[in-house]
């Protein structure tokens, strides 16, 4: 006897991928423009279909079941070469897709992610905006962003985390601390979510620390870092090739990972397709071998 595979319905597929991301039926519905009900009915139909249950419900809870990670990429995997199947059919007017990368997110890759968004929709305008986490999100809440890649520190919303990546203390190689004075600590101007995590974890060590610098961007805190005036907390993709990992060297406390999310209403075809394209740049992007390296 002959056992056809499971059809799937595309529309469900996509009801169970903003579930999962959003952990939540309610906000799922609402990123899709439709009802509670109608995407409850869609995930349960395509769990019929596939004779599995893929999400875990209580209720205070939603989750991804155990054992279907895999399932969930490959179904974001099928619903992108959708969009890019439809979007070949699509009228090539000129679009504008506008969208707030965080300073502390960005990195050193942006621009060869820009080159794979330009090569793959010549046509389309990217608005993008380079700022603060919490300002991002506050700007993408009032309707001014159609997408934002933030780090997740400052905010308990549910999106879609790109990337997972370690943060460490990082200084210029000839950067010293004299014992028996406080720590030089250089930031980004409040509200930063990275340098309430530092303050954080030098307050819960029992370290002395003070202001050093305050810049208004990675790009001059690097600077700062480079001058040696002060160490930093930053992610191992957005330092600074010069700078070195001081952490173990000075004993200071162990940072927990950080979360780069993304946060988006983009329902239309061609601009979810370069999303999807922008988001999987995001995934793509590792940390270069022995950057920041270890004094």
Same mark, same amino acid.
């Given at each position: 006897?002959?056992?056809?595979?499971?059809?799937?319905?595309?529309?469900?597929?996509?009801?169970?991928?903003?579930?999962?991301?959003?952990?939540?039926?309610?906000?799922?519905?609402?990123?899709?423009?439709?009802?509670?009900?109608?995407?409850?009915?869609?995930?349960?139909?395509?769990?019929?279909?596939?004779?599995?249950?893929?999400?875990?419900?209580?209720?205070?809870?939603?989750?991804?079941?155990?054992?279907?990670?895999?399932?969930?990429?490959?179904?974001?995997?099928?619903?992108?070469?959708?969009?890019?199947? @439809? &979007? *070949? #059919? !699509?009228?090539?007017?000129?679009? $504008?897709?506008?969208?707030?990368? %965080?300073?502390?997110? /960005? +990195?050193?890759?942006?621009?060869?992610?820009?080159?794979?968004?330009?090569?793959?929709?010549?046509?389309?305008?990217?608005?993008?905006?380079?700022?603060?986490?919490?300002?991002?999100?506050?700007?993408?809440?009032?309707?001014?962003?159609?997408?934002?890649?933030?780090?997740?520190?400052?905010?308990?919303?549910?999106?879609?985390?790109?990337?997972?990546?370690?943060?460490?203390?990082?200084?210029?190689?000839?950067?010293?601390?004299?014992?028996?004075?406080?720590?030089? @600590? &250089? *930031? #980004? !101007?409040?509200?930063?979510?990275? $340098?309430?995590?530092?303050?954080? %974890?030098?307050?819960? /060590? +029992?370290?002395?620390?003070?202001?050093?610098?305050?810049?208004?961007?990675?790009?001059?805190?690097?600077?700062?870092?480079?001058?040696?005036?002060?160490?930093?907390?930053?992610?191992?993709?957005?330092?600074?090739?010069?700078?070195?990992?001081?952490?173990?060297?000075?004993?200071?406390?162990?940072?927990?990972?950080?979360?780069?999310?993304?946060?988006?209403?983009?329902?239309?075809?061609?601009?979810?397709?370069?999303?999807?394209?922008?988001?999987?740049?995001?995934?793509?992007?590792?940390?270069?071998?022995?950057?920041?390296?270890?004094?």
């Amino acid at each position: 006897m002959v056992h056809l595979a499971p059809t799937l319905d595309l529309d469900a597929l996509e009801a169970f991928i903003r579930v999962a991301e959003l952990r939540s039926f309610t906000r799922a519905a609402e990123a899709l423009g439709t009802t509670q009900s109608t995407v409850s009915l869609k995930v349960k139909r395509l769990e019929e279909s596939l004779g599995r249950r893929l999400l875990e419900r209580t209720p205070r809870l939603v989750r991804l079941a155990e054992g279907c990670g895999a399932f969930l990429e490959a179904s974001r995997d099928l619903l992108a070469r959708r969009d890019v199947a @439809l &979007a *070949t #059919l !699509a009228v090539r007017e000129r679009r $504008r897709l506008t969208v707030g990368i %965080s300073d502390q997110a /960005a +990195g050193r890759d942006l621009p060869s992610v820009l080159v794979e968004l330009a090569e793959a929709d010549p046509d389309l305008l990217l608005d993008l905006h380079i700022g603060a986490s919490r300002d991002l999100l506050d700007r993408f809440d009032q309707g001014r962003f159609d997408a934002v890649v933030v780090r997740g520190e400052d905010d308990r919303r549910p999106g879609e985390v790109l990337l997972e990546e370690p943060y460490r203390w990082v200084a210029s190689p000839s950067w010293r601390w004299p014992g028996g004075f406080p720590l030089p @600590l &250089a *930031t #980004l !101007a409040e509200p930063c979510g990275v $340098r309430a995590l530092a303050i954080r %974890s030098l307050d819960g /060590a +029992g370290l002395p620390w003070r202001d050093a610098f305050v810049g208004g961007g990675v790009a001059a805190l690097g600077a700062a870092l480079s001058a040696g005036l002060a160490l930093s907390v930053l992610a191992l993709r957005v330092a600074p090739p010069d700078l070195v990992d001081v952490g173990e060297t000075f004993g200071l406390p162990r940072l927990p990972p950080s979360r780069v999310v993304l946060h988006s209403r983009v329902a239309d075809v061609r601009l979810s397709t370069a999303l999807r394209r922008l988001a999987a740049a995001f995934r793509g992007k590792s940390t270069p071998p022995g950057v920041p390296r270890t004094r």
